[in-house]
């Protein structure tokens, strides 16, 4: 019920835009977050947005990333400027509902070269 998208390659100090989409006319979206794991590591938040808009970063990205949602279109995103070697991960979108079930969206492969 998550779709994921936006993946790619970049350049040190480019920019990219993650998507996720959240299908499922009865999907009400409380919490949404982006995590990602890189080769050989557990799986870590980048950044969280809570449904009244509050929002928190891991500190390796503040400044740097940003994580807007539409809940009209049931739609999460990270941009992520001036991308950093360290950045290269694979994201994965997720997202809570009221009834506190969760869900996990497909990862999108982001690899920034220098």
């Known amino acids: 019920q998550l779709q994921a998208s936006g993946g790619g390659e970049a350049q040190a100090g480019g920019s990219l835009r993650l998507s996720c989409a959240a299908s499922g006319s009865r999907f009400n979206i409380n919490n949404m977050a982006w995590y990602r794991q890189a080769p050989g590591k557990t799986r870590e938040p980048v950044a969280r947005?809570?449904?009244?808009?509050?929002?928190n970063y891991v500190d390796s990205v503040k400044g740097r990333f940003t994580i807007p949602r539409d809940d009209a279109k049931k739609t999460m995103y990270l941009q992520m400027n001036s991308l950093k070697v360290e950045d290269t991960a694979v994201y994965y979108c997720?997202?809570?509902?009221?009834?506190?079930?969760?869900?996990w969206g497909q990862g999108t492969q982001v690899t920034v070269s220098s």
């Open positions: 947005i809570a449904r009244d808009g509050t929002v």
């Open positions: 997720f997202a809570d509902d009221f009834l506190f079930l969760t869900y």
